[in-house]
């Protein structure tokens, strides 16, 4: 099949119309203004307070102003890439780039001996 021109013309078409119904439910909400009867009407739940305290301590704020989750009690953290390099450039060292190289401990639980300030929001 010989190649048409306006294949690409059309690809950017058919990518417009695409994303142009692309629908975003998720929203961004404050802990202290959840949308609890939206919750209760779409998804059959109604977020307890106890429910919304765990939410809100298992939330980081970098001081970079990114932000992510605890998913452990020994304190690692998901965040974005563009979140978590900003934090392993800050860190890092002449000797241990972070960055570039990662960071293995010898043994479970040893720590990256840098303090990474931040804030729970």
């Known amino acids: 099949?010989?190649?048409?021109?306006?294949?690409?013309?059309?690809?950017?078409?058919?990518l417009?119309?695409?994303?142009?119904?692309?629908?975003?439910?998720e929203g961004m909400w404050d802990y202290t203004n959840l949308p609890t009867?939206?919750?209760?009407?779409?998804?059959?739940?109604?977020?307890?307070?106890?429910w919304t305290e765990h939410?809100?301590?298992?939330?980081?704020?970098?001081?970079?102003g990114g932000s992510g989750s605890f998913v452990s009690s020994t304190g690692l953290v998901l965040t974005n890439h563009h979140v978590g390099a900003d934090t392993l450039h800050k860190i890092?060292?002449?000797?241990?780039?972070?960055?570039?190289n990662g960071f293995y401990p010898r043994r479970y639980p040893?720590?990256?001996?840098?303090?990474?300030?931040?804030?729970?929001?």
């Open 1 to 14: 099949m010989p190649y048409s021109k306006s294949f690409p013309a059309l690809a950017v078409a058919a």
């Open 110 to 121: 040893r720590k990256c001996r840098r303090r990474i300030s931040s804030s729970i929001s």
């Open 92 to 100: 890092s060292t002449p000797q241990h780039d972070y960055y570039a």
């Open 16 to 25: 417009a119309l695409f994303v142009g119904s692309a629908r975003a439910d």
């Open 37 to 50: 009867a939206q919750l209760q009407s779409k998804y059959g739940f109604t977020p307890t307070p106890e």
């Open 55 to 64: 939410l809100m301590k298992s939330s980081v704020r970098f001081n970079n």
